[in-house]
């Protein structure tokens, strides 16, 4: 389609259903592209921004190895929280209320109530997870 140019050293990528280009970079920031791929915003959240999913709430979760989850909102671009994990958080993704994070040290999958932002389990799954997902429920939850 086109390229973006970033002029960081851009990580991992997710479009947001107005279109918009949401962009993790190593140097701990997060950017956001118009359709067009014009910059509307940068936000600051600390060491190598690695990887992000939207939740139910308006929000942004971006995985950081430096044990932490930064929590942003979409729609002001300010960081509302930040989640501290035992291990190294990598790749994430959102099921249901769940968000559910590879936690790459210590082979677990850690779930979090999306609006409480509150670890409620630690499922033992393999060493070194990578990528979670989730697809459409079929049924309750």
């Known amino acids: 389609m086109r390229y973006v140019p970033t002029r960081l050293r851009p990580h991992d990528l997710l479009f947001a ?3 918009r280009l949401w962009v993790t970079g190593w140097d701990g920031w997060l950017g956001v592209f118009d359709p067009s791929g014009a910059p509307v915003g940068r936000i600051t959240v600390g ?30 671009r300010v ?37 409480t932002r509150q670890q409620v389990a630690e499922v033992p799954i393999a060493a070194g997870p990578h990528g979670p997902a989730s697809a459409p429920s079929q049924g309750p939850e």
Request: a negative charge.
């Open 79 to 115: 960081v509302r929280a930040e989640v501290s994990i035992a291990g190294m958080p990598h790749h994430l993704a959102l099921a249901g209320r769940w968000m559910v994070i590879a936690d790459h040290d210590r082979g677990m999958a850690l779930v979090f109530n999306s609006d």
């Open 17 to 19: 259903g107005d279109r």
């Open 47 to 76: 060491e190598q921004a690695h990887h992000l999913a939207f939740d139910c709430n308006g929000l942004v979760w971006i995985t950081q190895p430096t044990r932490r989850v930064a929590v942003v909102d979409a729609v002001s």
